[in-house]
């Protein structure tokens, strides 16, 4: 255990998955002995033990336990990881171990006895593997480690929170006001809304309440995240990504007597399975022109070495790009560099041996002395020879990979489930749809970067920066204050992904850390005012609450300023890196100059709707008079976390000089695990963004404030009449309250022709039963056909029935005649 | 005795089979049916016990088929006495036309 101190990373993962399995058997054995519980004995007694009439809060501090001895492992494991002074293969060693899970080839032992020689000499690599596995493994780098550390600490934190927030489910019988609202919307109108608590208040919806199923949940959607952060290869990735959108789709839908929770879960279920089917394809695609998963594996096997044996090389962490050479008759298949002047074109890529034949002697492909021109692909694979994948593929494979995290970080066009996944409680919004889940896919997309081509990585900055915009543009005027904070997380989502697609990689990163920070914290206070106000999410009707509840007011306006990138606070440092990392590559690449103006104009909208939020919910006087009677601050165990979380926002990228953007420790640490290519492929651009660099952050700074300004002025200042704010807007205005029509784009256009396709499917199955149905129902049907069949045979059994008289004497006379017919058609073959 | 040959024995199998088939057919008292059954069967016999006779191959074979269709006859005639006793007690009757409750 303690000579391989990455083990701690393995016991912190699997600790959430312990309490989920106790949780889970506490339940079922409850359920299970229900029926017992008037009944003394041991039946009864086990009923009483694991819970009872009255939902038991020990599962939930169970719950928190394990996940707060988590965080300070991530923690301890964090800073040991810092401080370990060993290098190169030892460390990696140290904070990496992996085994075969599935095998699907022959084990080594049928190796060559001449690569067990090489392997016995090669001691600095991994053992590369002859034959296909599954294998499940962790390493941990120094941005594994950083974000498994902010995974669990948020998660404590929203842990404890949760206690507080979700107290209502802990008791016996939960009123659920929502569905009978929705259910009572058809019969008795509500008027504007004002006075829907009143008549709502005594005929909720009833049932137990789910205190620790919640806990169940979060616990299991932790294992999931936390083993997905460890994964060092594509499979366990993949495994625990469909896990955590398992989890996602139970949360969403935790109160799933509200129709629309449970429309919300199987939105963000579906949406997600579409990236996920990218995801996979991109996943069999390296798994059969790689043959390996690992990621490491992988990076090793498309990209160039760092140096020959000569420690030379021109080309080092090069995806290289070759040509076919024709081949005579049944030789090997060979493949060259293009000439000089067209590299890094070429219709295949090269894909590197994992060991060389002679490890002390090698060159590798290149145009120097020495070099290798050309190659020999044998049509066997193995991992001492080079092999290839077509161009085109290996793009496939890229976007393949994007997709998956497009659709679990909401990029444009996968994002609408993100803000109707806001259905759910709004613990599940801060710690699985703001600071860690939708995160995972920017995680992904910085441990796949190496497999990234450069038109992916453009692909990858686009989609960036379009979602970053028109979320920020929808952001803008809606009204729910938990929508609001769904949209703004969409646009960092986009910021993070625009900030690796233009190269920025540590940008990115860091901007994932500092948000999944100060959104946590953001989301934690608006669930602080939602709870605060009994479930009023319309900031419409809010208005000076920082009288009832300062701490929830100045927390989240450390949340508010962080994330408009005020100096000195975590988010200044990620978001100025990331548009000095935007502006160095729009001025590098003209033609991407949309790539420079979008996130720029964006900086400057933040600021205005985020601000816009923060002055409507806690400046001026309360509109709704009846709110403003019942606004209480929230208990301790509440407002605790969101300190700890401000505190967090505030100082998480400091470094020293902490004036400086670039001195960001975090920034620092992220650096030692980012891909040894980019700096070499983004040279040029990131000269140019340090260059820029101070440009960059006055431009922002000066956007946020003014966008900061305006917000005050409209919000702060001239405050609006309530009247005014239920006013319709013009048509740009309704159009940005109309979320740009994306559900009515694809309700048009994919929705309602599938529902359509199902109907006529439907009834070109079945026999009608509506006699009102369309015309198109009354064609003939399956059913029909199946039954014409049927109906044919009954009418040639009914015929035939009259030849069994049932006298004995018909049978014989039958009989005999038979056998006289056979006998005469047998003779007369015969001649 | 040579001389006679295997034709007539042919000959008296067959008529013997005839009666028994048109007894079967016609006759509607169950016993009757259960006697035509018997001539189909002894003409059978007699056809094997002359092929015994007249093919060396078939020597031993052919009479103990005979012993074995008088054995099955005796058999058959046991079940269907049985099933014609249970017939008539249920229905007071042996009459074959009568018994057609399994009719289409």
Redesign the interface.
């Known amino acids: 255990m303690f000579d391989v101190p990455g083990r701690i990373y393995v016991v912190a993962t699997l600790l959430p998955l312990a309490a989920f399995v106790v949780l889970l058997i506490a339940g079922a054995t409850r359920s299970f002995y229900r029926p017992f519980r008037k009944q003394g004995g041991f039946a009864g007694s086990m009923y009483w033990i694991c819970g009872g009439d009255k939902p038991l809060k020990t599962g939930a501090y169970l719950a928190t336990g394990c996940m707060a001895v988590a965080a300070a492992l991530g923690v301890y494991g964090l800073v040991s990881f810092l401080a370990d002074p060993s290098e190169g293969s030892i460390r990696a060693s140290r904070w990496a171990e992996r085994i075969d899970w599935v095998r699907i080839g022959p084990l080594d032992t049928s190796s060559p006895p001449e690569w067990e020689r090489q392997r016995a000499a090669d001691t600095t690599r991994a053992t590369p593997r002859l034959a296909l596995a599954l294998e499940l493994g962790y390493k941990i780098d120094h941005l594994t480690a950083v974000v498994f550390a902010m995974v669990t600490v948020i998660s404590t934190l929203i842990f404890i929170f949760s206690i507080g927030y979700m107290k209502d489910e802990a008791h016996e019988t939960y009123e659920d006001h929502l569905v009978h609202e929705r259910v009572g919307k058809v019969g008795e109108h509500h008027g504007d809304g004002h006075d829907s608590h009143s008549a709502a208040a005594h005929h909720g919806y009833h049932r137990r309440g789910r205190f620790g199923r919640f806990f169940l949940y979060l616990s299991l959607f932790c294992f999931s995240m936390l083993n997905l952060v460890i994964a060092d290869n594509l499979f366990q990735v993949f495994v625990s990504w469909e896990l955590v959108g398992v989890c996602s789709f139970f949360l969403i839908g935790f109160y799933y007597e509200r129709p629309s929770a449970s429309a919300a879960a199987n939105k963000a279920f579906i949406v997600n399975r579409i990236g996920d089917a990218g995801f996979l394809i991109g996943i069999v695609l390296a798994w059969s022109y790689c043959g390996t998963l690992n990621i490491e594996e992988l990076t090793r096997r498309v990209r160039s070495p760092d140096r020959d044996s000569h420690n030379t090389y021109e080309l080092a962490n090069q995806v290289i790009r070759v040509n076919a050479t024709p081949v005579v008759g049944d030789a090997i298949p060979e493949y060259e560099l293009p000439p000089i002047e067209e590299a890094g074109t070429g219709t295949h890529v090269l894909l590197f041996p994992l060991a060389w034949p002679d490890p002390t002697h090698f060159h590798g492909p290149g145009y120097g002395k020495h070099k290798d021109k050309s190659f020999e692909v044998p049509a066997k694979r193995d991992y001492l020879s080079y092999g290839v994948m077509p161009y085109a593929l290996f793009v496939l494979m890229g976007i393949g990979i994007f997709l998956g995290c497009m659709g679990k970080s909401a990029q444009v066009p996968l994002q609408t489930w993100l803000p109707d996944a806001m259905e759910g409680p709004t613990p599940v919004s801060a710690l699985i749809h703001a600071a860690t889940m939708v995160a995972a896919g920017v995680y992904l997309v910085g441990r796949c970067y190496p497999l990234f081509a450069p038109e992916v990585l453009l692909f990858i900055a686009y989609i960036g920066a379009i979602t970053l915009f028109i979320s920020a543009t929808i952001a803008l005027v809606q009204t729910d204050i938990k929508r609001i904070l769904a949209y703004s997380t969409c646009s960092q989502l986009g910021f993070m992904m625009l900030a690796l697609g233009v190269g920025g990689w540590i940008a990115g990163l860091l901007h994932l850390i500092t948000h999944a920070f100060f959104k946590a914290l953001l989301f934690l206070c608006s669930g602080s005012v939602i709870h605060g106000c009994h479930h009023e999410q319309d900031i419409r009707k809010m208005g000076g609450l920082w009288r009832k509840m300062p701490v929830t007011a100045f927390t989240m306006l450390v949340g508010v300023l962080a994330i408009s990138g005020a100096p000195f606070l975590s988010g200044w440092y990620s978001k100025e890196q990331i548009l000095s990392a935007a502006m160095g590559y729009g001025l590098e690449h003209k033609r991407h100059i949309l790539l420079l103006v979008l996130p720029f104009l964006t900086a400057g909208l933040t600021a205005y709707y985020m601000f816009r939020l923060w002055f409507l919910t806690f400046v001026g006087k309360t509109r709704d008079t009846h709110l403003a009677e019942k606004v209480h601050e929230s208990p301790w165990v509440m407002t605790g976390p969101l300190v700890l979380l401000a505190v967090f926002s505030v100082g998480v990228a400091w470094g020293w000089p902490f004036w400086d953007a670039e001195a960001s420790y975090l920034g620092h640490v992220l650096k030692e695990s980012q891909p040894a290519f980019v700096a070499v492929q983004f040279a040029a651009e990131h000269h140019e963004a340090e260059h820029r660099h101070l440009t960059a952050g006055a431009l922002a700074l000066l956007l946020a404030v003014s966008g900061a300004w305006l917000a005050w002025w409209f919000f702060g200042w001239r405050q609006p009449a309530e009247s005014e704010m239920y006013r319709p807007g013009g048509p740009g205005y309704r159009f940005l309250y109309g979320k740009w029509y994306f559900d009515e784009l694809y309700d048009t256009t994919i929705v309602n022709p599938t529902v359509m396709l199902a109907t006529v499917a439907a009834a070109a199955d079945k026999a009608p039963t509506d006699k009102t149905a369309p015309p198109y129902v009354t064609l003939p049907t399956l059913d029909g056909i199946l039954n014409a069949m049927a109906e044919l045979f009954v009418v040639v059994g009914r015929s035939?029935?009259?030849?069994?008289?049932?006298?004995?004497?018909t049978y014989?006379?039958t009989l005999?005649l038979t056998a006289v017919a056979v006998l005469g058609i047998l003779t007369a073959l015969a001649k | 005795m040579n001389e006679l040959g295997i034709q007539p024995f042919f000959i008296l199998s067959a008529f013997l089979f005839v009666c028994g088939?048109v007894c079967?057919?016609?006759?509607?008292n169950a016993i009757g049916?259960l006697m035509g059954v018997e001539l189909v069967l002894n003409a059978a016999n007699i056809n094997l016990v002359a092929f015994a006779r007249f093919n060396p191959a078939f020597r031993l074979d052919g009479q103990v088929f005979a012993l074995m269709v008088i054995v099955l006859a005796a058999a058959e005639a046991a079940v269907a006495l049985a099933i014609i006793l249970n017939f008539y007690n249920n229905h007071a009757t042996v009459d074959?036309?009568s018994?057609?409750?399994?009719?289409?």
């Not at chain 1, 035939?800 to 004497?809: E, F």
């Open positions: 035939l029935r009259a030849v069994q008289t049932g006298r004995i004497r014989a006379l005999a | 088939v079967i057919a016609s006759k509607r049916v074959v036309d018994a057609d409750e399994l009719k289409g």
